[in-house]
């Protein structure tokens, strides 16, 4: 009989235990690993590739939007123009001197500006690029400058 009772308490306690409903949305992310190099000459001639040091990584969410570098001022204070709705938006995030680095988004599409800015040569070198994050997944980009021209824009 006493083990009838064990059983039965038992049987209630984890009966009566029932999961959690998480009201939370699972917000799908992705991840984005970024590094930016130059191709740097050798004396021998071979060919090697070299961290290139940045000022500033600027993105912004682009869903719907076509982004167009605009005037430097409107770039300058974080600001892009979308031709698809006129209006201006500011950056969603920024990374001052940005080496190698690895961060997570929520999933979708995006802008990524970069620049050397004006501390070290070559000043003002910049480049810009749209990307996809996708939910669960690494997105790995990459900026090979090939050559190095200061206040140039090189694609990517």
Avoid at 59 to 76: E, P
Avoid at 133 to 156: C, D, M, P
Wanted: glycine letters at 6%; one cysteine or more.
């Amino acid at each position: 009989m006493m083990k009838f009772f064990l059983v039965l308490t038992l049987y209630i306690s984890f009966a009566s235990c029932s999961k959690k409903s998480d009201s939370t949305p699972i917000i799908p992310k992705g991840t984005y690993t970024f590094k930016t190099t130059y191709k740097k000459t050798l004396p021998t001639g071979q060919i090697e590739e070299e961290l290139q040091p940045l000022a500033i990584l600027l993105i912004w969410k682009a869903n719907k939007k076509d982004f167009v570098i605009g005037t430097h001022s409107d770039l300058s204070s974080g600001y892009l123009l979308d031709n698809n709705s006129n209006k201006s938006f500011k950056y969603d995030e920024a990374i001052v001197k940005p080496g190698v680095e690895s961060r997570d988004l929520l999933a979708g599409r995006y802008f990524m500006f970069i620049s050397t800015g004006i501390d070290e040569f070559p000043f003002g070198m910049y480049s810009y690029t749209y990307f996809d994050i996708r939910a669960g997944e690494v997105t790995q980009l990459k900026k090979v400058f090939k050559t190095r021209k200061s206040y140039t824009y090189e694609s990517w």
